[in-house]
């Protein structure tokens, strides 16, 4: 049993969940937000990356049926250990 597609659905999961989180962290983020408020910047900056993450799953998913499985499953296995060392 080949563990990709697995952790491609693991992936994407967790991914969806991590944005919908980090984008509710800062719409409840207290205001008024002082000039010199270091923890929005990168509370913003861990939603974006999220949110790209995503975006590069969602993009490998629609390119699937074209690419065929093989090519599919090795190009989802790069992007699995590229997005673990991040």
Request: glycine share 4%; with cysteine.
């Amino acid at each position: 049993m080949d563990p990709v597609p697995e952790a491609w659905r693991s992936l994407r999961s967790r991914l969806e969940g991590e944005a919908r989180a980090l984008a509710e962290e800062v719409r409840a983020y207290p205001s008024p937000i002082a000039r010199c408020d270091d923890q929005l910047p990168g509370l913003i900056a861990r939603r974006t990356e999220a949110y790209a993450a995503l975006r590069e799953v969602e993009a490998l998913d629609r390119e699937r049926e074209a690419l065929g499985e093989a090519e599919w499953q090795a190009r989802a296995a790069a992007l699995l250990a590229r997005l673990a060392r991040t």
